[in-house]
């Protein structure tokens, strides 16, 4: 009996080393302040976990603390990036060097150390939107850093401009990624033209699945018939005529209050301390506070901010993951937008981005948002009945994107 014991004992010991454990690494996450990139992090985490039986989350972030704060580190092993402080010596040192030799190595294998030391079966690139703003060398520096490692990179739930794909350098760094999921179709179509054909598959951003937590409302927030309204400095920073944005909040919520039984919540999205939703939020909010029909959502994590937008009868926003939130809770959504992943996302959804999108380089008067909001307004039914038919089966195409991650790590594992 006693050998019996100590067999099974050793076959099981032996059963558990074998199994496979795969490691996992996301980089390329700018910290929970911004609630995108919570919402990607977190929705991630669920598809690829329902996926894989056994798996472990790095979490490369450039803020670790604030993760914690809105409880990421209940998800994932979170490392941060190492951050120069500005003219110490070593910086000092490291523009000296990019000065003569126009590489930027030293510095990326600085602040990047955690990604290129961490051993991982796959590294994700989660930043969604991270292709689209100014210098991207440092994405393209990690993933050929990678690949010469012989590590295997995803390029995940991404928007791409795609002048972007003009570029030699550029094209050749999409064809080192194992994998590309492109979040929207022109991102997609712009892949597949730029000749980035192999293992680039088209899916629904991640954050369609995040769950949603119905925090207690405020007062002056009405269930099913409040707007929800989503301001960020980012869009602000993409207006042709100074000041024009902000003119034309100021006139939707007037036109709002004098018009309609509806009250107003003004929910931020991103709260860092340099691109703060709160600010013009603020300002809307002092100018009509005393009419009781505004109120200002206090920051909260992602899902609980979803939990805010959900319960509102139309939802205008800025911020892409705000927007995210409302169409897959079959909220009526306005995009005041500034590129193509607002038009791709909501082509795929609507057939067309007209009506749905209104980028906020065309605005032009005060009366822009308004006439937008009037068209939404009119078209109420049908937008929200197209929604409630339409996102069950978009939503599902996300789980797709975790069988893509399965069979990288399936065929490493072989």
Not at 220 to 245: A, M, R
Not at 270 to 290: A, G, I, T, W
Not at 328 to 350: E, H, M, N, R, W
Request: glycine fraction near 6%.
């Amino acid at each position: 009996m006693r050998v019996c014991i100590e067999y099974n004992q050793i076959k099981a010991w032996n059963d558990c080393t074998e199994r496979k454990m795969n490691k996992l690494l996301l980089y390329g996450h700018g910290g929970g302040k911004n609630h995108g990139c919570e919402a990607i992090a977190r929705s991630s985490y669920k598809i690829i976990d329902k996926i894989l039986d056994d798996v472990q989350f790095d979490l490369i972030s450039s803020n670790r603390e604030d993760d914690a704060d809105y409880g990421l580190d209940k998800l994932f092993d979170i490392y941060k990036t190492n951050k120069l402080i500005a003219y110490s010596m070593r910086h000092i040192g490291y523009r000296v060097r990019r000065m003569f030799s126009k590489k930027i190595d030293h510095y990326m294998d600085y602040e990047y150390k955690n990604v290129f030391t961490k051993d991982a079966d796959l590294y994700l690139s989660i930043g969604g939107d991270n292709y689209c703003y100014g210098d991207v060398s440092w994405l393209t520096y990690i993933n050929h850093r990678l690949k010469k490692q012989g590590k295997e990179t995803v390029l995940w739930g991404c928007s791409i401009e795609p002048e972007l794909l003009e570029a030699k350098e550029i094209t050749e760094d999409m064809k080192r990624y194992s994998l590309i999921t492109a979040r929207e179709s022109i991102t997609y179509d712009a892949l597949i033209r730029a000749g980035i054909t192999k293992n680039t598959h088209l899916f629904p951003d991640p954050a369609f699945t995040l769950n949603t937590i119905e925090l207690d409302l405020p007062s002056g927030f009405d269930e099913n018939n409040t707007i929800g309204i989503n301001i960020s400095p980012l869009i602000i920073n993409y207006e042709n005529s100074k000041g024009v944005t902000l003119e034309n909040y100021i006139a939707l919520v007037k036109h709002i209050i004098d018009t309609t039984d509806m009250q107003i919540a003004l929910i931020p999205h991103v709260v860092h301390e340099n691109n703060d939703d709160r600010k013009p939020l603020s300002d809307l909010y002092e100018r009509f506070k005393d009419t009781n029909r505004i109120v200002m959502i206090d920051d909260c994590n992602c899902m609980e901010l979803k939990g805010f937008v959900s319960r509102c009868r139309f939802f205008i926003g800025a911020r892409t993951h705000a927007t995210i939130a409302a169409y897959s809770t079959y909220v009526p959504t306005l995009v005041v937008g500034y590129s193509v992943k607002a038009k791709g996302i909501a082509k795929d959804i609507f057939g067309t981005f007209e009506n749905y999108v209104l980028p906020v380089q065309s605005l032009e008067d005060g009366n822009n948002l308004i006439k937008a909001f009037e068209w939404m307004k009119e078209n109420e039914d049908a937008i929200r009945n197209h929604l409630v038919e339409f996102m069950p089966s978009y939503i599902s195409r996300v789980w797709q994107a975790g069988e893509e991650i399965k069979k990288i790590l399936d065929k490493r594992n072989e």
